[in-house]
């Protein structure tokens, strides 16, 4: 079964592929992603890897996490599953007040 572990202060120009190469020493890899931030398309400084194994996951989290990447001391935790976030007001099509044409009470326009 796999397992998700959280990689955090990463390096910012750590990619998804130098991520997988650094855990592919503890087992096999089912996935790696740095988070990248969808309007600056730079990376967040933190990441997912997805081990085969349990096992192979605590043996990564031994000997990686508090280690040094490129000058920077990475933290490696077992990953919280995601929490529920409340619906967002205003989004999708024409929801919220984005400041368009308001009346005026006075009736002038």
């Known amino acids: 079964m796999a397992s998700k572990l959280f990689v955090g202060r990463l390096p910012?120009?750590?990619t998804s592929e130098e991520l997988k190469e650094l855990f592919a020493a503890y087992g096999?890899?089912?996935s790696a992603v740095v988070i990248i931030d969808k309007f600056?398309?730079?990376?967040k400084g933190f990441g997912f890897v997805e081990m085969s194994t349990k096992e192979e996951s605590d043996?990564?989290?031994k000997?990686?996490?508090n280690s040094e990447v490129a000058g920077r001391?990475?933290?490696?935790?077992e990953?919280?599953?995601?929490?529920?976030?409340?619906p967002r007001d205003g989004g999708g099509y024409g929801g919220?007040?984005?400041?368009?044409?308001?009346p005026r009470s006075d009736n002038r326009y």
């Open 28 to 30: 096999t890899v089912e």
């Open 12 to 14: 910012y120009a750590t």
């Open 73 to 77: 001391q990475i933290v490696v935790s």
């Open 63 to 65: 000997a990686l996490d």
């Open 40 to 43: 600056t398309d730079q990376s």
């Open 59 to 61: 043996a990564a989290v």
């Open 79 to 86: 990953a919280r599953p995601q929490e529920k976030r409340p």
């Open 96 to 102: 919220g007040d984005r400041g368009g044409f308001k």
